[in-house]
Structure formats: C-alpha cells, structure tokens
C-alpha cells in the first residue's frame, strides 16, 4: 500500500529557531514530492521536486529529495511566528493519475 | 485573481439530508479534485475530473457523487448525510496531470448530526 509518513507530527519552537521537517516515503510509480503550508484554511503550494540531491529554495525556507532513500526534508531557518502552520508533504504516483498521496502533516508552532 | 471558489464555507446538516459543494475556477485548468481533511488526517482524495464530461473516482468515494459540465465547475453531491462525512471538504484544480501543483479552494467546514 503507498503511503506517506511525516514526523514530528508536531514541533514547538521558538523564534530564529532552525527546523528540520521530515517525510518518507513509499509509493509505486514515484513522480515527484510536493510540500504544502496549511494555515486555517487552504494548503498553499511550497516546493515540488522530481531530482535527488537537488535543493530549492525560497527565502528562508529549502528542501531536498533523496530518491534512493525514499525521504525529503522541509528546512526552515531563523523562525517567524507566520512560520506557524501545518506543513503536508504529498507524493505523486500510484496507481492513479489523479491521486497525490498526502501524509499526516507536522503542525509547527514558533513561539515569540 | 478569484483562483478556485467553494461554497458554502460553512454547513450543517442533519443525517439523511442531502447537499451540493460547489467548486468554480477561472484558470481555465483541465485537471479538478475533492478531497476531505479529517482532523490529524491528510488529505484523502475522493473524485476527480480530468476535463469537461470525464470523472473518476478516488480514494474515498462512497457516499458522494460528482458531474462536470463544464471546465469551471466541479460540484459535488451528497447524498443521505452520515456522520462519518463531517470533515472538511476541499476542491482543488491543477494545470498539469497527475494532482501536481494544485491550486486549493478555501474549505467547506461541514458537519452531519
């Protein structure tokens, strides 16, 4: 069965605070790996990534895919309290064309 | 820039009535999506459209229905409300196959007592 398995699913930090978030998994016809932001209402598109060992960046916020290892990692440096969120990791593939493959997601909560 | 619109944003229901989410986007994507969030839950897919005319089930569909006349709507049906259907309620459209990059309407909280 594909699946998608986040941890922590949750993380309390403080402000300029660095954080690593992290997502494995296991899905038949990989595709690519998605991350998402959810704050109150609807996930906001961060990152997708097709190629291991490739990181992209935007602003203070970067991850990386490693295909062999079946993992990717969120980073987040210097933390704001507007880092505070659900961060989801979703993988395309499978079975249909039409699924991304959602994990649990980590809530994170960046104290002042 | 509207992007993708879901209506109502609230609902409750009674068990056994029935009610219709709407969708609409105006980015002129082909691909469009629901899916429900239950709490400490990812997402879960439970239709899809890949263009006017064409749906296919997902991951979680009993219960619900869909139709897709047109490429701006998406609508979707339940029928007889159970409890096990209160969630959150997304639609979402993409631009290219496969659910990458999708674009999230802003959630239809809904709740079956």
């Known amino acids: 069965e594909d699946k998608v398995v986040q941890s922590p699913l949750s993380l309390v930090v403080h402000e300029g605070d660095t954080v690593t978030l992290n997502c494995s998994y296991e899905?038949?016809?990989?595709?690519?790996l998605l991350w998402y932001k959810q704050e109150k209402k609807a996930p906001t598109f961060l990152f997708m990534l097709?190629?291991?060992?490739i990181e992209k960046k935007s602003g203070r916020l970067s991850s990386i895919l490693d295909k062999k290892e079946l993992f990717s990692i969120l980073n987040i440096t210097a933390t704001q309290t507007g880092d505070s969120a659900v961060y989801l990791c979703?993988?395309?593939?499978?079975?249909?064309?039409?699924?991304?493959?959602f994990g649990k997601g980590t809530k994170l909560s960046v104290k002042p | 820039n509207a992007g993708v619109t879901q209506t109502p944003k609230f609902r409750i229901l009674k068990i056994g009535q029935s009610m219709t989410l709407q969708c609409a986007q105006d980015?002129?994507?082909?691909?469009m999506y629901w899916y429900r969030q239950d709490p400490g839950m990812g997402l879960k897919l439970i239709y899809y459209?890949?263009?006017?005319?064409?749906?296919d089930k997902g991951e979680v569909p009993n219960g619900y229905n869909v139709s897709r006349s047109t490429t701006e709507d998406f609508p979707l049906r339940l029928e007889l409300a159970a409890p096990s259907q209160t969630s959150v309620y997304f639609c979402?459209?993409?631009?290219?196959?496969?659910?990458?990059?999708?674009?999230f309407g802003s959630g239809t909280q809904l709740s079956v007592l």
């Open positions: 979703a993988v395309s593939g499978g079975g249909s064309q039409g699924n991304l493959i």
């Open positions: 459209s890949v263009g006017a005319g064409i749906t």
């Open positions: 980015m002129n994507h082909n691909y």
């Open positions: 899905v038949t016809n990989f595709r690519s």
């Open positions: 979402a459209s993409s631009y290219s196959s496969h659910g990458e990059k999708l674009f």
């Open positions: 097709t190629s291991s060992g």
